[in-house]
Nanobody
Framework: VLLVESGGGLVQAGESLRLSCAPS???????MGWFRQAPGKGREFVAA????????RYADSLKGRFTISRENGVYTVFLQMNSLKPEDTAFYYC?????????????????WGQGTQVTVSS
């Protein structure tokens, strides 16, 4: 399954971005997650959503600013990022898992996108 991310870019602190992740294989829903990796740091869990979309999970530090969502009948998953901070600067990766999710464990994901860069200037 190929995951195609979009929506990254350069913004100023306080602004918003919405990332999208679309799996190439339609006709099947996956539990999805977003992770990020800043320069010199390890991959960090951001948010996840269950296959049905009924359950979500967030990194504690991002609750209230980031929202993961999916629309019924649409396989694309979105990550709405508000009030962005310079420390949110990272490469953001979308991932899909065969299980029901949601999961914050990277090893549980079966498929990964190429990532999209988010840069927040101060």
């Amino acid at each position: 399954v190929l995951l195609v991310e979009s929506g990254g870019g350069l913004v100023q602190a306080g602004e918003s971005l919405r990332l999208s992740c679309a799996p190439s294989r339609i006709g099947k829903n996956y539990a999805m997650g977003w992770f990020r990796q800043a320069p010199g740091k390890g991959r960090e869990f951001v948010a996840a959503i269950s296959r049905s979309g009924a359950s979500t999970r967030y990194a504690d530090s991002l609750k209230g600013r980031f929202t993961i969502s999916r629309e019924n009948g649409v396989y694309t998953v979105f990550l709405q990022m508000n009030s962005l901070k310079p420390e949110d600067t990272a490469f953001y990766y979308c991932a899909a898992m065969e299980g029901f999710g949601p999961s914050e464990v990277a090893l549980e994901y079966n498929y990964w996108g190429q990532g999209t860069q988010v840069t927040v200037s101060s």
